[in-house]
């Protein structure tokens, strides 16, 4: 049985969960979600929260027993307290501006790089730490592939540590070039 998928998923108080048949319609007080699951998986609601049940011992459904009740999880999650994902832009001359939905990026290219923040997620750049980058949404794939593409244009490189990292991650420094004349 799968360790993540006999959790039982606790609905906080101010969340609507709906069923109905492999549909499930979460609400809580900062939007809405709602996702189709395998008709393999049962899921059905209780007192106690949300259980998620597999029909069958089959290698892919036992593989999806686990996956439906996270991402059921982080649909419940999302709509009562959000996700956030917090980018550090590290680098001489490297910054972000928000203007509406439209995210500037100057990053060191002969010109700046400009992305639409995608509906549903907010975008901000943070008061007290300077050059970070709060995206904010309810739904955590989002929130999580818009930082990843964001990251993506400059990676943090491993010998200054300039570039774009999360805020905590962990860059592994390398030495740069030796002196020429000191191996003799």
């Known amino acids: 049985m ?3 998928g006999k959790q039982i998923i ?3 108080s101010g969340v609507e969960v709906t069923l109905d048949g492999t549909h499930v319609k979460v609400k809580g007080s900062k939007g809405e979600l709602e996702m189709d699951f395998d008709p393999a998986i049962t899921v059905t ?9 597999r029909d069958s011992d089959e290698p892919h459904v036992r593989g999806l027993h686990g996956l ?4 059921i999880a982080n649909m419940v999650i999302g709509v009562s307290t959000g996700f956030e994902k917090r980018l550090e832009i590290i680098g001489v001359g490297y910054r972000a501006q928000i203007s509406g939905k439209k995210l500037t990026l100057n990053l060191g290219f002969s010109h700046p790089i400009e992305l639409t923040v995608p509906e549903g997620l907010t975008a ?4 007290e730490a300077k050059n970070t980058l709060v995206v904010t949404g309810i739904d955590k794939q989002l929130v999580g592939q818009f930082s990843a593409n964001v990251r993506s244009f400059r990676p943090p490189e491993p ?3 300039k570039g774009i990292r999360y805020v905590g ?13 000191a191996a003799k």
């Open 159 to 161: 010998y200054k540590g």
């Open 45 to 53: 609601k209780d007192d106690e929260g949300i259980r998620v049940k």
């Open 10 to 12: 606790v609905i906080p």
């Open 124 to 127: 901000e750049m943070d008061k």
């Open 169 to 181: 991650e962990y860059v592994a420094r390398k030495a740069g070039k030796s002196a020429a004349g």
């Open 68 to 71: 439906t009740r996270a991402l």
């Open 2 to 4: 799968s360790r993540i």
